[in-house]
């Protein structure tokens, strides 16, 4: 039973290090034969592996990637667990018996985990983490987090996945990592990856060292980070250093203002300088970009002086160069599909090893401790009621609760580990949806988001009993759980959305170990962070955006969403403390007030709320005025507590929590939650008669500052793009001039992040996570931007409720309605390209079709044209084409569109909302009634200077079909873009609407055209040549329509983007 239930857990530090450790083996994981009807992922072997493997072994054979797990100290993989992924798009993913397939395992790599599957337009990929960051253990030695490092990316094509695990091979020989060790050797874990770290360093520590703090020799630290870099020469794809590590360095050279802004603009802006042309070798890791290309070394750079100082071509002629050369449209689909895949694959990659991705393969780090005793103590208790009436079977009794508990218990231990963590937290679900489905348990390692540092620090103390030496060591762990929920960069995600998550939202968690008496203490304190809870944007155009209420929102809609919020936070954290740092005047005046005026206008049990504007609390750089603040708040930090275990009992628990914000949730929550932070410690040590009583900066100071300075760099590099603003106060406790320009500077390159980076990296975090397809990316290479994939379901809705308002209104009595879609089409008839677009409804009924003019804000009826099915002479369909500068916008399987043409007769109906009781067409005279029917077109010649406004809307109307026999009207196929919605157990919910199987708009306008087909059939009215194919609008029109300036326009911001 050892054998199948243990796991192989690293040694401590301390322990002699054997050259044969004794080794777990897993259980398999080929899901049971089974009759129950459940899915794979529901089910568990008869022995179930709670843990991930830690060491996957990766091979190319003919049918596929085969995956098996790799021991350290085996020379050979376990052969009791094997997964084939098969070649091709959208690979399927299957558990194999044992030497199912014949390959040669003596050229594995081996990878430390699976993040995922991508599909993208042209193939698939296996993401894999192909090194990590050691952060720390967790309170105990078999309790290591690690950071993602560096993650491959292995397309599921044979010649091109060979290609990619020889380099990673080849690297590994470097790295001395597991993967290429010869037959017989041993592998240390630990050996192997502190050699890879100094290679990779250029240092190697002492073996002795210490997690403690390490000391600068002078006490004039400016900044307590790693030295910026002095050159511009920066790789493209080189995240930053990870900022978790067990020991924190303070450096003792003062940090230049301008580095992050010259560091910032040198990525980005140095393609202005030395272009290479289209196709050139660029160098990159093999962990962000895949390996073959073509050897196209020979292109030169680009001279851009040369082509700006011709003065033969006039200025568009000149940026029509530079961006005909620099920035060439893709000639083949596949040149457009391996452009783009290649672009999205490294900012993939580049989103999970920037820095700030976590795991653990032994136990779940995306729940408090607290939380997790809650769980287990309610599991107890509702086994304890189970089991009086002897509901229970012996297989599932728990043991019974006692006064003592474990600190690192987990509640529900014997699941998969995914299936215990909080999805709110699990970064890479929709990834690894191929292996769930399959139910390969152990091949699934979920990635959490935020930070995670481990330090320790001593406190002077008097010692009691049998204690020995004038201080203690204290253990200091901060741990920052990032929600998946309303995910994104900061000006794309604001606020709330219609499932009451917030953008930004933060858990963060300080839990705190000391020793008194012989006796392990253990304290865990936890505030969270988020937006503001209403509707609202920031345009990131500008230096200092002003922030405003989404005007399309009514104030029973932020009424309702902020109810929401706060009821769902309550019955997680309990008692819910507002503190809102925003400021209360000004420019975040507007939100600010709002947000204050709403919760009283709730007036929620167990919610306080406390307005603190920060920035005129503090003015005058007087940040220690925050303890103002704590004073303030001190019997809601009494009523509150913490969590605290002593000698394995729960001492106390923590009844409530401080949701702190100010407008982005950075930079000034940051340093608040760094003062209450400050304080809950100081109560905490004060319980085990733990006072620091010195002045001047302490040890204890200067670990705290820059554990929480840490923190706030790693939240704002993953909401804002640079460190946190306010991070020589956190670091050192001190603001000074210094700190305020070097704040200037990360503004500045905060917002040319936001201008040019941001919407691409925001389309790609959207697709990681399953909120949107492929679409985006189409999306947003032809408006540079995409859409919050909460707003297009919200859109959904909206159009479904315009369907449903339009029947109501329009249609008449006993007309059996066929089918309704909203559609693209210019405002007049008979016109396929017009100044305005809008949005119509088409009813189909078994009589009529309806053409419908809708607002959708005003939520009515403007216009409606009946034509009858029987006047209906024909349809067209085929390309829509309206701009022909993007790739996808001239793609005929995504526009595409139809032409309806009918005969201009006395049956067809136009009726306009004209807030008269005439709404008729017929002006040759007044209506008799409201129903009056339409009459002749020809009155449609009356002058129109003198016509009345009413007249005008009537004639403004009418007047492209008057006088005309036949009479048509265009319509373009909405976008195909299924964003998702997540149900609350984190699975999805498919759209339900009847072209949600439509592939392409081609695929939407042949099934509308077929209802309309089918309906005229009905009433016996179809020929021969009924339907027929045809462009609506084709590509070369369009380019005869298109403008120079939005060519040039389009050209620009493309450039911008494929330098950023």
Same mark, same amino acid.
């Given at each position: ?223 307590? &980070?790693?030295?910026? #870099?002095? %050159?511009?020469?920066? /790789?493209? @794809? =080189?995240?930053?250093?990870? *900022?978790?590590?067990?020991? !924190? ?33 660029? &160098?990159?890791?093999? #962990?962000? %970009?895949?390996?073959? /290309?073509? @050897? =196209?070394?020979?292109?030169? *750079?680009?001279?851009?002086? !040369? ?754």
């Amino acid at each position: 039973m050892k054998r199948l239930f243990s796991k192989t857990f690293k040694a401590p530090a301390a322990a002699v290090k054997s050259s044969q450790p004794p080794v777990a083996i897993p259980a398999t994981t080929n899901p049971p034969l089974h009759t129950t009807g459940l899915q794979p992922k529901d089910t568990l072997p008869p022995v179930p592996h709670p843990c991930p493997y830690e060491y996957i072994s990766v091979v190319a054979t003919s049918e596929g990637l085969l995956l098996r797990p790799r021991l350290p100290g085996h020379t050979e993989e376990l052969s009791e667990s094997e997964v084939k992924v098969e070649w091709g798009k959208g690979g399927k993913v299957e558990a194999l018996s044992p030497d199912a397939i014949e390959a040669n395992w003596d050229e594995s790599v081996v990878v430390y985990g699976i993040v995922g599957f991508l599909e993208l337009y042209a193939a698939s990929y296996l993401l894999v983490i192909s090194s990590r960051n050691e952060v720390g253990n967790f309170l105990d030695p078999r309790h290591t987090v690690y950071g993602v490092k560096g993650v491959t990316a292995i397309p599921l094509v044979e010649d091109r996945a060979r290609t990619v695990l020889a380099a990673l091979a080849s690297r590994n020989q470097v790295d001395r990592r597991a993967s290429l060790l010869p037959p017989g050797a041993t592998f240390d874990p630990q050996d192997t990856e502190g050699a890879a770290r100094d290679s990779i360093d250029g240092t190697k520590e002492d073996e002795s060292r210490s997690p403690r703090v390490k000391f600068a020799e002078t006490d004039q630290v400016k900044v307590v &980070s790693p030295l910026p #870099d002095k %050159t511009f020469d920066v /790789q493209e @794809d =080189q995240g930053p250093p990870s *900022p978790s590590s067990t020991i !924190s360095t303070p450096s003792s050279v003062a940090s230049n203002p301008a580095d992050n802004l010259v560091k910032t603009l040198a990525e980005r802006l140095s393609f202005w300088s030395k272009l290479p042309k289209k196709g050139s070798r660029q &160098s990159a890791s093999i #962990d962000h %970009t895949l390996v073959e /290309q073509s @050897d =196209q070394s020979g292109n030169e *750079p680009l001279d851009l002086e !040369s082509i700006v100082k011709d003065e033969s071509k006039d200025p568009e002629e000149v940026l029509d160069s530079i961006v005909s050369s620099a920035a060439p449209p893709p000639q083949t689909v596949e040149q457009k599909h391996t452009e783009l895949e290649n672009k999205i694959v490294r900012e993939c990659i580049r989103e999970f090893t920037r820095g700030g991705m976590y795991f653990s393969y032994v136990f779940d780090i995306t729940r408090s401790l607290q939380h997790k005793h809650e769980l287990i103590e309610k599991a107890k208790t509702q086994n304890a009621l189970l089991e009086s009436p002897n509901a229970l079977d012996d297989s599932k009794r728990l043991s019974p609760a006692s006064d003592t508990v474990d600190v690192l218990a987990e509640p529900s231990a014997a699941l998969p580990l995914w299936r215990r963590v909080d999805r709110r937290f699990w970064w890479n679900e929709w990834l690894s949806k191929p292996l769930i489905d399959a139910g390969l348990h152990p091949y699934i390692l979920p990635i959490m988001q935020g930070f995670f540092q481990i330090s320790t620090f001593s406190i002077p103390r008097e010692p009691v009993a049998e204690e020995e030496g004038d201080s203690v060591a204290v253990e200091y762990i901060i741990i920052s759980r990032r929600s998946r929920d309303r995910a994104g960069l900061r000006y794309q995600r604001r606020g709330i959305d219609d499932d009451a998550n917030v953008a930004n939202f933060v858990e963060t968690e300080t839990v705190m170990r000391v020793e008194r008496e012989g006796i392990q203490n253990v304290f865990s304190h936890v505030q969270i962070r988020g937006s503001i809870p209403l509707y609202w944007n920031q345009q990131g155009m500008a230096l200092k955006p002003a922030p405003q209420l989404n005007p399309e929102r009514t104030h029973d809609q932020n009424l309702r969403a902020i109810q929401q919020h706060l009821e769902k936070t309550k019955s997680m954290y309990g008692p819910l403390t507002i503190v809102n740092l925003a400021e209360q005047h000004g420019k975040e005046g507007q939100v600010t007030n709002a947000y204050g005026q709403y919760v009283n206008e709730l007036h929620p049990e167990d919610v306080k709320y406390v307005a603190y504007d920060f920035h005129a609390e503090t003015k005058g750089m007087k940040y220690e005025n925050i303890s103002k603040l704590i004073e303030e708040l001190e019997r809601i930090f009494e009523s509150q507590g913490y969590f605290w275990i002593s000698d394995n009992r729960i001492m106390s628990k923590q009844k409530g929590v401080f949701r702190v914000n100010c407008i982005d949730g950075l930079d000034r929550t940051n340093v608040v939650e760094s003062a209450f932070a400050r304080h809950v410690l100081n109560r905490q040590l004060g319980a085990v008669a733990l006072l620091n009583q010195d002045k001047g900066r302490t040890e204890m100071d200067i670990v705290f500052n820059d554990v929480w300075a840490n923190n706030g760099d790693a939240i704002s590099r993953a909401y804002a793009g640079t460190s946190a603003l306010k991070g020589d106060f956190t670091r050192t406790g001190k603001r000074d001039l210094a700190g305020l320009l070097n704040d200037g500077v990360n503004s500045l390159a905060r917002m040319y992040s936001s201008t040019f980076a941001d919407w691409f990296s925001q389309a790609v975090i959207d697709f990681i996570l399953g909120n949107r397809t492929t679409s985006v990316f189409s999306e947003f290479l032809n408006k540079l931007q995409s859409t919050d994939p909460r707003e297009l379901i919200r859109i959904s809705k909206i159009r479904a409720d315009a369907i449903a308002t339009c029947v109501s209104r329009v249609l008449q009595e006993g007309e059996r309605l066929l089918s309704g879609w909203t559609l693209f089409a210019p405002e007049e008839l008979n016109a396929k390209v017009g100044d305005k677009f809008e949005e119509k409804v088409l009813l189909l009924s078994a009589k009529a079709l309806y053409i419908i003019s809708y607002d959708y804000t005003l939520e009515k009826v403007k216009m409606y044209t009946r034509v009858p099915l029987g006047d209906i002479e024909g349809i067209t369909k085929g390309a829509y084409i309206l701009s022909p500068l993007e790739e996808a916008s001239r793609d005929p399987l995504q526009n595409a569109g139809f032409i309806v043409s009918w005969r201009n007769s006395q049956d067809q109906d136009t009726r306009v909302t004209s807030y008269s009781i005439r709404n008729s067409l017929d002006l040759s005279s007044p209506p008799a009634s409201p129903t009056t029917a339409t009459g002749s077109r020809q009155s449609m010649t009356i002058a129109r200077r003198s016509m009345l406004p009413l007249s005008r809307i009537l004639t403004n109307a009418a007047a492209p079909v008057a006088g005309q026999d036949t009479v048509f009207a265009a319509f373009k196929a909405l976008p195909i873009d299924p964003a998702r919605a997540r149900r609350e157990s984190g699975s999805f919910i498919q759209a339900t609407d009847e072209l949600a199987n439509a592939k392409n708009c081609k695929e939407a306008v042949d099934m509308i055209v077929d209802a309309i087909h089918q309906a005229c059939k009905d009433i016996g009215n179809d020929h021969a040549a009924f339907v027929t194919e045809g462009d609506v609008v084709s590509l070369a029109e369009a380019q005869r329509m298109t403008s120079v300036y939005a060519k040039m326009e389009y050209g620009v911001k493309r450039l911008l983007w494929l330098g950023s």
